[in-house]
């Protein structure tokens, strides 16, 4: 009687490590950064949890299918910077390490930025603004303290993060409202000194609009032409399932090109219903949460898992057309169990966003991204 059991319990477990067995060979067969390394990095955004390794499952993902790493928070200024005269070094050390010791291309983010940034960074003790030249200072020791530590490991930073409106104005920041509308490029001359080894990027959403790409591209452009070091545009992919359109995507990854390297930064496609007419990747914007707002709760259906697959097949058909432009593709996170998208416009909805499903599975868009690659390559 006691053989049954101990049967039945060695099947289960072969059964367990069958399908453990079936998840790696999906993820493992071909990792995307060597299919893609003869024409664009892949990256990946890292949080708090996976820099420290903390899921194994997680990181064999992440050393399977990405060579480049961008940090997702611990870098912003309200993390690695608390308080006056206090630098929060450990998780951003962590982050650093960890792409060294896997040898990948690692992207600093953000030194400038108007959110996720204290207070007090603007503030006099008084709790006063800041004059403009007391700003740039500020500026100046937040800018040079981060870069200088990791200099020669640090292969590019985000120096400037958001700084133009979908209708091609400046933002009103803080930054903006103290120093003036030079503040940008005087972050970049900043950045330049502080590490003349670094690439230095402009990072922002919504690229692809007409008005605010022709803004960032003459903003860039003219600070260039003043012999300001800006070695490329990070163009942010947060797109829905249907739009951008891939022309007016195209149209501006073309425009940028002119002005150095291209990266397309922080990819996602959300499957879910906006909220609002205007559509954004504007952190500020949120909304309460409601039921007809998270319309797949327990899995995609399978009309809109297909709609997914084939919007990542259609940009990286397009990212492989513009390769020679395209220096590297970094998706917004790992997987869907930890993406911003999740939480953000709305709370507690579950979205679908990355090509890696919640339990590590790569999705069908992967191999067919793969066999895209091949064909390509094998006409």
């Known amino acids: 009687m006691r053989t049954i059991p101990f049967i039945f319990l060695c099947c289960l477990l072969f059964v367990a490590c069958q399908l453990e ?90 030194l400038a930025w108007h959110s996720q940034t204290p207070d007090w960074y603007f503030q006099d003790e008084q709790g006063k603004d800041l004059s403009r030249e007391a700003m740039i200072e500020r500026m100046r020791d937040h800018i040079t303290t981060i870069m200088q530590r990791y200099r020669g490991k640090v292969a590019g930073w985000d120096v400037v993060n958001e700084a133009i409106l979908d209708n091609g104005e400046m933002r009103p920041s803080k930054f903006y409202e103290i120093i003036g509308p030079d503040w940008v490029q005087i972050a970049f001359q900043i950045a330049a000194e502080a590490d003349p080894a670094a690439e230095l990027y402009y990072n ?20 260039q032409a003043k012999g300001i070091r800006v070695d490329g545009i990070g163009m942010q992919g947060h797109v829905n399932a249907n739009s951008p359109s891939l022309e007016d995507f195209e149209k501006n990854l073309l425009l940028f090109s002119e002005l150095g390297k291209v990266m397309i930064t922080e990819l996602d496609v959300t499957v879910l219903p906006w909220p609002t007419e205007r559509v954004t990747a504007d952190v500020s914007e949120t909304a309460e949460y409601q039921e007809k707002m998270n319309p797949y709760p327990n899995g995609l259906t399978d009309s809109m898992s297909v709609a997914l697959n084939d919007r990542f097949v259609a940009l990286f058909d397009l990212f492989l057309k513009h390769q020679d432009k395209i220096t590297r593709v970094t998706t917004w996170g790992v997987n869907d169990a930890q993406t911003w998208r999740n939480n953000w416009p709305i709370r507690g909805r579950s979205d679908y966003p990355l090509l890696f499903n919640r339990d590590n599975s790569a999705k069908p868009a992967v191999k067919q991204i793969i066999n895209l690659k091949k064909k390509q390559s094998n006409p």
């Open 21 to 110: 067995s079936d998840t790696k060979a999906t993820n493992n067969y071909e990792g995307l950064a060597k299919v893609f390394e003869d024409n664009f990095y892949i990256g990946t955004a890292l949080n708090a949890d996976q820099i420290l390794q903390k899921d194994p499952a997680v990181d064999s993902l992440i050393q399977t299918h990405f060579n480049a790493i961008v940090a997702e928070n611990c870098m912003k200024a309200e993390r690695i910077h608390p308080e006056p005269d206090v630098y929060s070094w450990e998780l951003a050390d962590a982050f650093v390490d960890y792409g060294v010791q896997h040898n990948m291309h690692i992207t600093g983010h953000t």
């Open 204 to 223: 922002d959403y919504n690229l692809s609009n007409p008005e605010k790409g022709q803004a960032v591209y003459n903003m860039v452009k003219a600070m």
